[in-house]
């Protein structure tokens, strides 16, 4: 049974710093694509960083240069370090995977599994 556990949000101030982890089970998780995605209320789920199968990764504009994705395949873990928070990054995020490598990694539809989400607040 596939499985996304996600973790490490938390309360901060603008400027700082936390790491989302998304542990998965279940599967061959290298054969994958994984993303994180973030909705905050009243908004559209969306596409923040996201990595295939292959390694290629990708970002939203948003985030470019203070989010990074990284994964640790030995532990079958998802990371998303974010630096220099914005209160606009205030959201619940979700990590997400689907099989093979993925072409579109920023867009919602069509991946197979959700974590639970971990909300991240921001505050100015």
């Known amino acids: 049974q596939v499985q996304l556990v996600d973790a490490g949000g938390g309360s901060v101030q603008a400027g700082g710093s936390l790491r989302l982890s998304c542990a998965a089970s279940?599967?061959?998780?290298?054969?994958?694509?994984m993303a994180w995605f973030r909705q905050a209320p009243g908004k559209e789920r969306e596409g923040v960083a996201g990595i295939d199968s292959g390694g290629r990764t990708s970002y939203a504009d948003s985030v470019k240069g203070r989010f990074t994705i990284s994964q640790d395949n030995a532990k079958n873990t998802l990371y998303l370090q974010m630096n220099s928070l914005k209160p606009e990054d205030t959201a619940m995020y979700y990590c997400?995977?689907?099989?093979?490598?993925?072409?579109?990694?920023?867009?919602?539809?069509?991946?197979?599994?959700w974590g639970q989400g971990t909300q991240v607040t921001v505050s100015s």
């Open positions: 279940g599967y061959t998780y290298s054969s994958y694509s």
């Open positions: 997400a995977a689907d099989r093979g490598r993925r072409l579109r990694l920023l867009v919602p539809h069509g991946y197979n599994y």
